[in-house]
């Protein structure tokens, strides 16, 4: 059986991006936690479209690779979803008994969830309670995509031990290593927290501590790439060799480039506006004072200065994955900067239940 949110035995935290697998895993520790591992490796590009495996012996060779490269030592794994293949969704209820609760999270998970039952695996979280009032996690996962997750662990040689979504992993790293060492001044604000990946931005908004909307946006890094290609007559491999700077963008080419970047930039900028509007609309707020922001896709010149411009005076800030790790002599400084902006779900995901780090 799977278990949405149960495994605390869980230590690998295995990342299936659309564009990339990530690998980590971290022991938690009294005042932080070591991270043991840590890893990447990319996928071909139509490989996993809409958060369905278009490609399953592509995405599963890839996990085997890194689960086989050595220094994974744990078997346990904690993976996670995002997109259309799962439904996650924060509700607020009246505080209640265990058996009364399951019975009317059961009636509201039937009200959100746009699929037939039958196809999901339905699991809920309570994440706080406080003043007569519970706000539980909803999570609707598919069957199918939840069954190739599976195989490809079991290919890997490892367990699956947990599923996740990726904004919940988004909200344990942040847990771990910004609110927890920053309660009193973190928890007075309204947070915004930005994964900007390849296919999807996951934004959840935290409110006292406490994740309250978790939303994916299809809006990414990989249609700015497409934007490159169009606007410079490139393939998706030169225009994300010219993103990426890894190639040089020609000199008769530059204004261009620029031009095109600066508006996929926007787009992505504007979606995160859209839905921060959204919520604070629906929950009668004034406004999100501090950012966090992470994802390949953060690493695209000028997007942090733009979302400054954007966000109405709010603070924007890295999102830090290993602000409270201790890490051995295996990874240098070097390698944790290159590797910091795509492994904050993969940490979240190691670390796992917010609970776990409170209490360690
Ligand atoms: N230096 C860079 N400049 C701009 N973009 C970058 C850079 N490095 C990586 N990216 C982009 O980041 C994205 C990958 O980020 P990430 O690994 O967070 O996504 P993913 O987890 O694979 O995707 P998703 O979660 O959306 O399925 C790609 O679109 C890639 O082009
Ligand atoms: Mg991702």
Redesign the pocket.
Known sequence: MFSLFGGREAVVGL?I????I?LVQVQSKRDGFEVQHVS?TPIPAEA?VDGALMNYSAVSQAVRSLAESGGVKAKKVTCSL??NAVIAKVVTMPAMSPSEAEEQIHWEAGQHIPFSIDDVNLDYQILSKREGEMSVLLVAAKKDVLADYQNIVTEAGLQLAVVDV?ALALFNCFYANHLLPNRLELEQALVGLV??????T?IVIVRAGVPMFLRDVPT???G??TEIQKGLGLSFDEA?AV???RSEVPEAQRARFEEVVRAALEGVVAEIQRTAEFYLGTAGEEGIQRYFVT???T???HLLDVLRARMGGASVDPLNPFARAQVGAKYSKTTLDELS??SA?GVGLALRQPQDAMTK
């Not at 991006?17 to 990339?20: F, M, Y």
């Not at 994964?195 to 999807?200: H, K, L, T, Y």
């Open positions: 990342d991006g659309s564009s990339a990530k990447a996993i995002s997109g990726d994964n900007v990946g390849a296919s999807m996951n990414a890094g990989h700015m790439t994300e993103k990426t700077g994802g390949g896709a690493r695209t010149p902006a795509v779900i």
